[in-house]
């Protein structure tokens, strides 16, 4: 199932995906991205809002916890699936005179990134790394963005 908020046709460039040339850009609309599209007030407000149920759905963990089979998110990066989880043996960072061993993610393959598909991660207190939502929390995402004005859900 997908999520899609509501648009409306790009006041800036009137729907062309073009505007005014400059040297650097083009004409690209910079109102659209050259999508064409921008999306409506109700659009907008749907997405805030279920972005909202998202990350409030969401759970996070300590990368200490992590095991095989979780998705994850660290940073910016997409959720990927955990292939394995295991302290770095070569890897650490010193807190306050104490040497914290850093855990090593391995990616499940195939997965694009700027990371490739293993690197590391240093445990800290605070070192919390978020999950993706279970299928039950995202049944319940669907339902909700269902409820929203300027969204619409589609099989
Ligand atoms: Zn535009």
Redesign the pocket.
Known sequence: MKVHFETTE??????????SYCEQWGSV??????????LSTAGKKARKAYDAFCTAHRATKMASEVVAGDRIKVGGDPFRRVVSAVPSSTHAIKLDGTKIPYVEFTFAKGVSGPLGTTYSLGVVKDSYVTLAMTPEAQAEAFAFARTLKGCTVTE
């Open positions: 790009c006041e800036r460039c009137g729907g062309t995906g073009s505007y609309c910079f109102g659209c991205s050259g999508s064409k599209v921008q």
